[in-house]
């Protein structure tokens, strides 16, 4: 066998594998695997005793092409049994305002299923909300085979179905949590408590940015503020919990920013705070505060008893690092969220402070952290973080 034989085939599987598309590569395979058994079927390739190195090496495995895959006729029947998969994460498109995230899909034998654009259909459909499908556009990448981009403008968060169409078949419906859309045009004005670090005062707005009320200014008094971090509002009463970091206490003021009490002192002791970041109040009424420089959670009445603690200074399970956010999953386990500055991650305690679990690390991965901070709870019990030097907002 020439040389050039080697070279004519060497030369016919790279152009096909460069120029072909990912159909014509498929159609070709077949040829390919068969102009290469050729050249191999006749060359024992442990009698090759080269003086130099060489030029190409050939594998004893002719099959080395398998992995690009095949063509598969599917019947409408297998279809139905395909698996639609979430790939990756959610991404927000500001300028087209839609949010935008990732597909493929599983054939019966769990091999990833490729079609052509052209054939797939996706809408998603709201659970519980009305039963409208939400349009969406499906595009693919040249790096990805399999994986199917979706873009859609969802009108409300929450559960969805996403139905699949390959071919006019409906595979397998799948479900996914879309966490949040902040693109809706019309947003129901409500009331919030805003805390603002500088200049030291306690602001009441509304969802379209009217001052409905402010009070506080810098000082230790009474009604006055040195860095104002965390705030929560009593279920039970209304009043407003505020965090005074630099003059370690808690401040509490009536529903109309009037002063009602405070409680704390810088310290170490039980009751007193050093550097208290941020506060949650449970469905009773019990406020939870993130110790932050005590590297623990304290726990008191609604008019300033203290009642318990949990957390000691580690990286352990119960453990905890500057705690900085709070959040009380108040519509259904009662379980208690805190994010760590300094262990990068968020720890789950029971209200009594019993250690249940935690998650997070150190990075900038889908499941990482890099300084979490603010934490909240939505209707639907969804979780929302604040991945601070990630610049994200993280949803479970």
Not at 24 to 45: F, H
Request: charged share 20%; aromatic share 8%; hydrophobic share 35%.
């Amino acid at each position: 066998m020439s040389l050039s034989v080697l070279e004519d085939v060497e030369g016919y599987v790279e152009q096909s594998l460069k120029t072909g598309s990912p159909q014509q590569v498929l159609r070709s395979k077949k040829q390919m695997m068969e102009r290469m058994s050729e050249v191999t079927g006749g060359i024992n390739v442990e009698e090759l005793h080269p003086k130099e190195k060489a030029d190409f090496v050939l594998s004893k495995d002719i099959k080395s092409l398998h992995h690009i895959g095949d063509i598969v006729a599917y019947s409408s029947t297998a279809l139905q049994q395909c698996r639609v998969n979430k790939v990756g994460y959610f991404e927000c498109l500001p300028k087209e305002k839609k949010v935008l995230f990732s597909l493929s899909m599983e054939g019966p034998d769990s091999s990833v299923l490729c079609v052509p654009l052209s054939s797939l259909r996706c809408s998603l459909v709201p659970v519980g909300k009305g039963d409208q499908p939400i349009d969406t556009t499906v595009t693919t990448t040249s790096t990805d085979p399999g994986v199917y981009r979706i873009q859609c403008n969802p009108s409300t968060s929450g559960t969805h179905t996403v139905k699949v169409q390959v071919y006019d078949v409906h595979l397998e419906d799948t479900s996914l949590v879309i966490p949040i859309n902040p693109y809706l045009g019309n947003i129901t004005p409500v009331r919030t408590i805003t805390e603002l670090r500088w200049p030291w005062r306690v602001a009441k707005i509304s969802m379209d940015g009217y001052l409905i009320a402010s009070a506080g200014k810098y000082g230790s008094g009474p009604l006055q503020f040195n860095i104002p971090y965390g705030v929560a509002i009593s279920p039970i009463t209304g009043q407003v919990y505020i965090a005074n970091y630099g003059n370690h206490r808690i401040l509490v003021l009536n529903p109309d920013l009037t002063f009602s009490h405070s409680f704390g002192s810088k310290g170490s002791a039980n009751g007193q705070f050093q550097c208290p970041r941020d506060i949650a109040i449970d469905s009773q009424g019990l406020v939870y505060v993130t110790d932050s420089d005590n590297h623990r959670i304290q726990k008191f009445s609604p008019d300033g008893k203290f009642v318990g603690q949990f957390g000691t200074r580690g990286s352990g399970p119960g453990q905890l690092s500057s705690p900085l956010g709070i959040a009380i999953d108040t519509a259904a386990t009662g379980l208690v969220y805190v994010s760590e500055f300094g262990n990068h991650r968020i720890s789950v305690f029971t209200s009594d402070g019993v250690f249940v679990r935690k998650f997070g690390s150190y990075g900038s991965n889908i499941d990482q952290f890099n300084v979490p901070r603010g934490l909240a709870f939505d209707k639907d019990g969804l979780l929302y973080v604040c991945d601070y030097s990630n610049k994200r907002l993280v949803v479970y």
